[in-house]
Structures are given as C-alpha cells and as structure tokens.
C-alpha cells in the first residue's frame, strides 16, 4: 500500500480570516514572501486553477506544480493537472512535504487532509471575498510562533508565523 502523503498547508490570513479580494493578495509582506519561497522551494505546490493565474510569475522557479481544475483535459504548460482532491492526493510527492499553497476553495478541501499549517497571521482587518476556514483548536496544536511586531516598508502590517500540527 502506498504510505500516506505529507500535505501541509501555507497561508497568510487576516484577522478577520481574509485572505484575497478580486482574485488578489490583500497585502505585499516582503517577509513573508521571502519565507514562502523559501520554504517550497524544490517541493510540490498545489493550487486551484484562479491563484495559479494571480501568480505574477508562473510558474514559480523551482517547484513542481499541481493545479486543480474541473475542467476536463485541461493543460496549462510545465504543470501537473488534477480533477479532484483524490486525483491530486494521487500525484503528490510521496517522499516529501507537499505544500497547498491556495486559494479559498482548495484551503477548505484540503484542510481536512493536511497534518501541518503554516500560518502567517496578518494583524489587520480586511475587506475581502475570499476567507480561510475557521480552525477547530481542538484538532491543531501550535507547535512554533515567531512574531514580526514591526513594521517598515516592505512589511507594512504586523504579523506573525505560526505553525500547526493535527493532534493525533
Ligand atoms: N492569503 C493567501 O495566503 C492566499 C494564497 C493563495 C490564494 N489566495 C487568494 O485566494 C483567492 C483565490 O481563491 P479561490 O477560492 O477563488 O480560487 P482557487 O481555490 O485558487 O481556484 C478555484 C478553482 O480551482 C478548481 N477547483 C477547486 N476545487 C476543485 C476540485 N475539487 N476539483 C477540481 N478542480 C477544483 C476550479 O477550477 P475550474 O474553474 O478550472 O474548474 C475552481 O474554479 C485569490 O484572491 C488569491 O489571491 C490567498
């Protein structure tokens, strides 16, 4: 039987649980996305078909992309399609850390699946129209915080990085 695949999930969420609006960021964090690239580089990113094209670069240099479509036969150049959670499930790295890296609706299918979340919670309120998932606190136990309680140019919002892991 295959073993099971690592899925962990990377988001930067508002306090009020935003995350995009006009199939945008709400925000530019230049930490935040140092981070990020940092952290999938050389890995598998998994993604629904509408943040693969808010992407400004695409795909990103030195990963391996997955991308959900419900659209059947559907090919974007130099990535791996999917046409349901299974089917990406399928095609993940069995190996390593696979990252699902957005939007809204594959955040909210995959939560159920992911052992780890990386959350950068962004202290400020936005409007929005797309939200991440209320978190069950009795299924996630935070296991590291680091706080970024400055501001500057290229950081303008406070926040924070936080990770999860599933309690068994
Ligand atoms: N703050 C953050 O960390 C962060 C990260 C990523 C994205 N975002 C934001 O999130 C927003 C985009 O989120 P979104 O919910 O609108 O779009 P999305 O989740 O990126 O993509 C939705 C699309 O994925 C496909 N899809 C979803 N579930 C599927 C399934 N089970 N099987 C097959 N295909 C499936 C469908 O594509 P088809 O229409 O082709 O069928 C669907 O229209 C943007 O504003 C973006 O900036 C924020």
């Not at 690239?37 to 890995?43: D, E, N």
């Not at 993604?47 to 992309?65: E, V």
């Not at 939560?111 to 936005?126: G, M, Q, R």
């Amino acid at each position: 039987m295959q073993p099971n695949k690592k899925i962990s999930i990377i988001v930067a969420v508002a306090n009020n649980n935003a995350i995009g609006k006009d199939n945008k960021l709400l925000w530019h964090l230049s930490e935040d996305l140092k981070r990020f690239k940092q952290r999938t580089s050389g890995h598998y990113i998994i993604m629904g078909k509408n943040t693969y094209y808010s992407l400004p670069k695409r795909p990103l240099p030195d990963r391996t992309h997955i991308i959900l479509t419900d659209v059947p036969g559907e090919q974007i150049d130099d990535c791996i399609m999917a046409y349901s959670i299974d089917d990406a499930i399928s095609k993940m790295n069995p190996r390593e850390e696979n990252f699902i890296i957005g939007g809204a609706s594959i955040y909210r299918q995959f939560l159920p699946h992911a052992d780890k979340l990386y959350i950068t919670w962004v202290h400020e309120k936005f409007e929005a129209d797309t939200f991440f998932p209320e978190l069950n606190e009795k299924e996630w136990k935070k296991i590291d915080e680091e706080k970024f309680p400055y501001t500057d140019e290229k950081n303008p919002f406070p926040h924070t990085y936080a990770t999860y892991e599933r309690i068994p």
